[in-house]
């Protein structure tokens, strides 16, 4: 029986998912300040009667309940923050995770390794993207190969014995196809 992949590294490019881990936090920070605040404003014109240990108090709503408040918040935030930073972390790395292999993939490009494919998880982001990467190496690929067939044809017809307009007829015919492929790229210069 297969063994099932386990994930090994939930953080793959650090500054990319500690934002959002940070992000996620502050905004959870922010929402939290956002209700005291909201909360202080609407209950400012309030009264409020508590019996707390003995002792009747009868003060403005947002001064009486502030020290609750507070409590809760951070009963509120230091769990909740802990949960914000591991859904972060697994959402995230479905991001940073193809993200990963498609640059890997593109400095494999550029290295002249044309043909992988790149293939995401089921839950994984920027599959649209990494399915157009794989038409282009795909396309890339076959004009690649087909220009270097061509070339090495002309090559192989250059060397053979046969008399020299037939050779030059077949190069002629070759050369043409293999313009034919290569006007497929089209070359943008910025100068």
């Given at each position: ?9 939930y ?5 990319f998912?500690?934002?959002h ?7 959870a920070?922010m929402v ?6 909201l909360?202080t404003f609407?209950?400012?014109d309030?009264l409020t009667i508590?019996?707390?240990q003995?002792?009747?108090q009868l003060?403005?709503t ?5 020290k609750?408040?507070?409590?809760i918040?951070w009963i509120?935030l ?7 930073t591991?859904r972060?972390?697994l959402?995230s ?8 292999k ?8 550029c290295l002249g390794k044309i043909g992988?494919?790149i ?6 982001h920027c599959?649209?993207l990494?399915e ?6 795909t396309?890339y690929?076959?004009k ?11 090559d192989?017809?250059a060397?053979?014995a ?5 050779k030059?007829?077949k190069?002629e015919?070759l050369?043409?196809?293999l313009?034919?492929?290569a006007r ?8």
């Amino acid at each position: 029986m297969k063994p099932k992949y386990t994930r090994k590294h939930y953080f793959i490019d650090r500054n990319f998912q500690g934002q959002h881990v940070f992000n996620s936090y502050i905004l959870a920070l922010m929402v939290i300040i956002l209700f005291i605040g909201l909360f202080t404003f609407l209950t400012s014109d309030a009264l409020t009667i508590v019996y707390a240990q003995n002792d009747l108090q009868l003060e403005r709503t947002p001064l009486i309940l502030l020290k609750k408040i507070l409590l809760i918040a951070w009963i509120l935030l230091i769990p909740g923050g802990i949960w914000i930073t591991v859904r972060t972390i697994l959402v995230s790395h479905r991001m940073a995770g193809p993200l990963f292999k498609l640059e890997k993939n593109l400095d494999e490009m550029c290295l002249g390794k044309i043909g992988d494919r790149i293939y995401l998880r089921q839950k994984d982001h920027c599959k649209a993207l990494a399915e157009k990467i794989n038409i282009l190496n795909t396309i890339y690929a076959k004009k690649i190969s087909n220009i270097s067939l061509l070339a090495q044809q002309i090559d192989d017809t250059a060397q053979g014995a046969e008399p020299l307009e037939i050779k030059l007829q077949k190069i002629e015919a070759l050369n043409k196809n293999l313009q034919q492929s290569a006007r497929f790229f089209t070359v943008v210069n910025d100068q």
